[in-house]
């Protein structure tokens, strides 16, 4: 990617793997002015917030929350209904169905597009993945392409989705991470509320086994002391 330091961007946070090692390599590149981070009434959301807000710190970029009641109270999903469980004992359909959000990637890249308007934001950095969009196609190249172009109506500002894991899976996103010097200490991709379960990390929820099964695929065992 050439260097584009005159260029602006937002990022979409969660705290998460994804969305971290996507800021850590877009903010190399370019000047990211705010990170976005979406309360819908997840279990981890207090977690996930502080996470983010620590991270923002760090890098220095602005950090808002925006609050989204209405997505927990229109879905049925493990994430923010307390009497679903998070806890699978191994990654098939039905975890990843019991996560899904419809829309969610949607909804959260367009109010970025609202943003990217009054900011003059050239990019909005996603932490898409291949891995997940084998199972959420919210997170596939060709929704990227297609959410790019109602940009083009929607916005005068027209910006671009920077999606520097897209073509990763997970394994290769913690190895990135590891090659561009990544703080994983940072780090918040647990679905469960660390008051619930006195960990930072479950290691039991969908998110987490994803996690754990990338650390060890990609050879850096030493930094599952480090997040769980």
């Not at 990617?1 to 969660?14: A, E, Q, T």
């Not at 991270?55 to 009497?83: G, M, Q, R």
């Not at 959000?101 to 308007?117: D, K």
């Not at 290691?203 to 850096?220: D, F, P, Q, T």
Request: glycine share 4%; charged share 25%; with cysteine.
């Amino acid at each position: 990617m050439p260097n584009m330091r005159n260029k602006k961007g937002i990022v979409l946070l969660s705290s998460g793997l994804d969305s971290l090692v996507s800021l850590h390599v877009a903010q190399k590149q370019i000047d990211i002015v705010l990170a976005l981070t979406f309360n819908y009434g997840q279990k981890a959301a207090k977690d996930e917030i502080e996470a983010a807000r620590l991270i923002s710190e760090k890098y220095n970029i602005k950090h808002k929350v925006i609050d989204l009641p209405f997505l927990k109270e229109e879905t049925k999903n493990a994430l923010s209904d307390d009497n679903i469980s998070l806890e699978f004992e191994k990654l098939d359909e039905n975890s990843a169905k019991s996560v899904w959000v419809p829309n969610r990637n949607g909804l959260f890249l367009n109010i970025a597009g609202i943003y990217s308007e009054t900011l003059n934001a050239d990019f909005i950095i996603f932490g898409a993945n291949k891995e997940e969009a084998q199972t959420f196609p919210d997170n596939s190249t060709e929704f990227i392409e297609e959410a790019n172009k109602f940009f083009k109506y929607s916005t005068l500002k027209k910006p671009e989705i920077m999606a520097p894991c897209a073509n990763l899976n997970k394994a290769e996103i913690v190895s990135l991470g590891v090659k561009e010097g990544l703080d994983f200490s940072l780090l918040k991709s647990c679905y469960n509320s660390s008051d619930k379960t006195g960990k930072k990390h479950c290691g039991k929820c969908e998110s987490c086994k994803r996690l754990y099964l990338a650390i060890v695929e990609s050879g850096n065992k030493n930094l599952i002391n480090l997040i769980f």
